[in-house]
């Protein structure tokens, strides 16, 4: 089994790198540790759930990590996809942070506190809308099941051993190499296997594949949708292509079968896939062929010509040619939010900002909230009057703007202050960018200098950064959580 190799390979790495972990993590004792709640009036994103403390400081690392892919209108799609579920769960906090990387194991997994992270490399297995609809369901269902808090109150004694492992699997998250593929549902940490109690138990995989269908039947879906989900890896695993989902996801054959419904769907809400769902395929399925150029390069192919055609532009641009070819441009569609986005960044690398700055007034026209279109006028511009970074970046928790929209604003902000020459502000949101990376030591340098040059006027932005540092901070020490890097 390929799984068996790879955990041989990194044995020896991964046992270096958990004695590390483990000297920071033994220093917290067992009587200090605070275990997360289950009381049903705590909101699973609030400050004060320590499961959403620990959650939150483990995604700020994994979004470090130089897998992570930015293409915006891929997680607009995604968190659409997800709304449609959440409204049917039992979530108080109905918000989900999202992550995807760029990465060559088929996995998907969560994160205590309602973060949820997609690999790019399953998506050549959810070749329909519903599959992938489906896997979101039962990702969201560990989340609503409590999961995480539920095994952790029953292993009080093994919660330093938890906290040792998803360290020792950042570690090698960070690293960027091959070993994290290897390591994929380390990375989630306590997501999804049965060994050492951190992993979800074949029972709470089961429960999580139950709670989803119900999510799909609320949501007129064909709940078979679950069934042919398994089936779909199931069938990649002869190939040798072993899904890392199918390795951590025990027993595929047995939960396929319990999967199986013999009661009709009531309504079948996809009845024609939506446009979008071959376009956020046809996305990940290029950043995926970048890995590996031999043997994916067959990914770029596509039945329909005016999602191929999408799929060489962006190719073109993420392989960094230049100049783009003029028709290729001209081709993409400015009515489908995918190229629309990639139009006005081709316009960009090509300094065609006149062009550039036609489409995203049209596009702002239509929508003068639409972040992705702000941000990307406030780089051609180089003003900051339009982004709406009071509420996007100034507060501890916003449960309307998601992280990725918010890097999109902080790195915009960047941009301005570095034109502008502004080198205590510049300093200031690079150390935002710093803490939302999982690096507070050197987030808590820039702040330091930028409050030696800074004016009373920057030197308020500058406290209101540091301050929403410090409460995260010490809701990390409350929650036992060692001090990050």
């Known amino acids: 089994m390929i799984m068996k190799h790879?955990?041989?390979?990194?044995?020896?790495?991964?046992?270096?790198l958990l004695l590390?972990?483990?000297?920071?993590?033994?220093?917290?004792?067992?009587d200090n540790?605070?275990?997360?709640?289950?009381?049903?009036?705590?909101?699973e994103r609030s400050l004060n759930n320590p499961s959403y403390v620990v959650g939150q400081y483990w995604f700020r690392r994994l979004n470090s990590s130089q897998q992570l892919i930015n293409y915006p209108p891929a997680y607009d799609y995604l968190k659409d996809r997800l709304d449609e579920l959440l409204v049917y769960t039992n979530?108080?906090?109905?918000?989900?942070?999202?992550?995807?990387?760029?990465?060559?194991?088929?996995?998907?997994f969560v994160i205590p506190g309602n973060h949820l992270f997609l690999y790019s490399d399953i998506i050549r297995l959810l070749d329909s809308e519903e599959k992938l609809i489906a896997l979101l369901a039962h990702e969201v269902a560990h989340l609503d099941a409590k999961h995480y808090e539920r095994q952790q109150q029953n292993s009080l004694q093994e919660q330093q051993k938890v906290l040792a492992l998803i360290g020792a699997s950042i570690a090698l998250a960070l690293t960027g190499s091959d070993i994290e593929a290897g390591s994929a549902l380390w990375l989630g940490g306590i997501a999804n296997h049965s060994e050492n109690t951190l992993f979800y138990s074949r029972s709470q995989e089961q429960e999580a594949d139950?709670?989803?269908?119900?999510?799909?039947?609320?949501?007129?879906?064909?709940d078979s949708a679950m069934n042919k989900l398994f089936q779909s890896f199931s069938k990649a695993s002869p190939r040798g292509e072993q899904s890392e989902f199918l390795s951590t996801h025990p027993v595929p054959q047995n939960r396929a079968s319990d999967a199986l419904t013999t009661t009709p769907p009531t309504s079948i809400l996809l009845k024609n896939e939506s446009e979008s769902f071959h376009y956020f395929r046809a996305t990940l399925l290029v950043y995926r062929s970048l890995l590996d150029k031999q043997k994916h390069s067959s990914l770029l192919t596509n039945s329909n010509t005016k999602v191929k055609n999408y799929m060489v532009a962006l190719h073109s641009w993420l392989a960094g040619s230049t100049p783009i070819p003029k028709e290729m441009i001209e081709n993409l569609d400015e009515n489908n939010p995918f190229e629309s986005y990639l139009k006005t960044q081709l316009y960009i690398k090509n300094n065609e900002y006149n062009n550039a700055l036609t489409l995203i007034q049209t596009k702002l026209s239509l929508n003068p909230e639409n972040i992705n279109y702000l941000t990307l006028l406030a780089q051609i511009t180089h003003s900051k009057n339009n982004l709406a970074f009071d509420t996007a970046l100034d507060t501890v928790l916003d449960t309307d703007t998601h992280q990725y929209q918010k890097s999109q604003i902080r790195d915009s902000l960047i941009e301005y202050y570095k034109h502008t020459q502004n080198l205590p502000l510049s300093l200031a949101y690079i150390a935002q960018q710093k803490f939302d990376r999982g690096k507070t030591k050197e987030a808590t340098a820039h702040l330091q200098r930028a409050k030696q040059l800074a004016n009373t006027e920057e030197l308020n932005i500058i406290n209101k950064i540091m301050e929403n540092i410090a409460i995260i901070q010490k809701a990390q020490i409350d929650a036992g959580i060692p001090t990050e890097q």
């Open 210 to 222: 139950r709670i989803g269908k119900r999510y799909l039947q609320k949501a007129g879906i064909d």
């Open 91 to 108: 979530l108080q906090n109905k918000h989900i942070e999202i992550g995807i990387l760029n990465n060559s194991i088929s996995n998907a």
């Open 6 to 16: 790879i955990f041989d390979i990194l044995r020896p790495i991964h046992l270096i």
């Open 33 to 43: 540790l605070n275990l997360p709640s289950l009381q049903k009036d705590m909101s």
């Open 20 to 30: 590390l972990v483990t000297d920071v993590v033994t220093n917290v004792s067992a």
